[in-house]
């Protein structure tokens, strides 16, 4: 195999990886390794604080990694670029070409380790909790639309078999307050539905759902809301498309439940090899910079929106405006799966 495609390989490691020669001098390091160490090729690799002071039986390797039989790994500080000592874990292994050895030695920053682990940990918590919560959705929606619409459904069709039956006057009346209920009832269920899970999004895309769903957010909270959507034939994984409608309609959501507005438009393009989102309205504004006013629904649009790659913020103006805008890098949406 091409050793341009290891070179490749090692550049993107999340470890700093140093080949250096049987003198211990750099023959290959990648940009990791250059940024934890400022060592630059062709310089001997210098000795842990802890093999500096060993004692050394003749024969013997002075690196303790370098020995037969080594710790799969080891930690301890080496002098840096700084001047000063960092902690490393370290492992080192040997490797031959045409019967000259070389060593691979590679370092890892305990603290950057910790810190990175325990952010994997928490994005695939928060993407395993949002994938459980959107299984949810999907269930419940699937039980309001299957089940429950269907029995209110049937009740609605049987008190209309039943107005040909009454023709006391009271009776006719209070039956049509009854359907007139159960009417709206339906259209409430159908609503939720279609709120807990967006089936549009997997037929018809997120460009034609957002348009949809703006007339019906229009029609449910009684405020003009608008929308101007181009995404230019760009292809939206499933994730992708999810987590955007998300953010868009509890932004949406906010601005009714908090804002008071007339009017809220949204808008949706890609621009600068980006899908660019931005939501408006003129309701009464909040304070931005009061963390009181971070609820969990902002929280978990900032959430969503890390998750696929990108950035959002809020901007606002008391008694005037806010604005939602962010956006997602368009190479980002391009390469990700599209199986959620």
């Known amino acids: 195999m091409d050793v341009e495609w290891f070179k490749e390989a090692f550049e993107h ?5 140093i080949m250096m020669d049987s003198s211990r001098r750099i023959t290959y390091m990648n940009p990791l390794a250059h940024q934890m160490t400022g060592w630059e090729l062709a310089e001997p690799v210098p000795f842990c604080s802890y093999c500096q002071i060993r004692y050394v039986k003749e024969g ?18 080496l002098p840096t670029y700084k001047g000063l000592n960092e902690s490393f ?6 490797f031959f070409i045409k019967d000259q050895k070389y060593w691979v ?21 928060i993407h395993d909790t949002m ?19 269907q029995t209110v459904y049937s009740v609605f069709l049987g008190l209309q078999s039943m107005k040909s039956y009454i023709q006391d006057e009271d009776f006719t009346s209070h039956l049509k307050k009854m359907e007139a209920g159960l009417g709206k009832t339906l259209e409430d269920i159908k609503r939720l539905s ?28 009684g405020v003009e809301c608008t929308s101007d959507i181009d995404l230019e034939g760009t292809h939206l994984s499933k994730e992708h498309s999810l987590h955007i409608f998300r953010i868009i309609q509890e932004a949406v959501l906010n601005a009714v439940r908090h804002g008071d507005p007339k009017l809220v438009t949204i808008q949706l393009k890609v621009k600068e090899n980006q899908v660019q989102f931005e939501i408006f309205d003129n ?11 971070k609820g969990l629904g902002r ?4 959430e969503r929106i890390h998750m696929i790659g990108g950035e959002i913020q809020w901007i606002s103006e008391k008694g005037k405006y806010t604005i939602v805008e962010g956006y997602v890098p368009l190479g980002e949406i391009e390469n990700e799966r599209t199986d959620y």
């Open 13 to 17: 490691m999340l470890e700093g990886i």
């Open 60 to 77: 013997e390797e002075r690196c303790v990694l370098a020995n037969p039989d080594p710790l799969p790994a080891f930690q301890a500080t």
């Open 89 to 94: 874990e370290m492992s080192l292994s040997p």
């Open 105 to 125: 030695l590679v370092l890892r920053n305990p603290k950057w380790t910790t810190e990175k682990q325990q952010l994997k940990i928490k994005q695939l918590l």
């Open 131 to 149: 994938s459980a919560q959107e299984a949810e959705r999907i269930r419940i929606a699937r039980e309001l639309h299957d089940h429950i619409g």
């Open 194 to 221: 279609k709120e807990l899970h967006p089936s549009t999004l997997e037929h018809l895309g997120l460009e034609t759902t957002l348009r949809r769903f703006a007339k019906d957010w229009s029609l449910l909270y």
């Open 283 to 293: 309701g009464i504004g909040f304070d931005v910079k009061n963390k009181q006013s």
């Open 299 to 302: 929280y978990h649009m900032i």
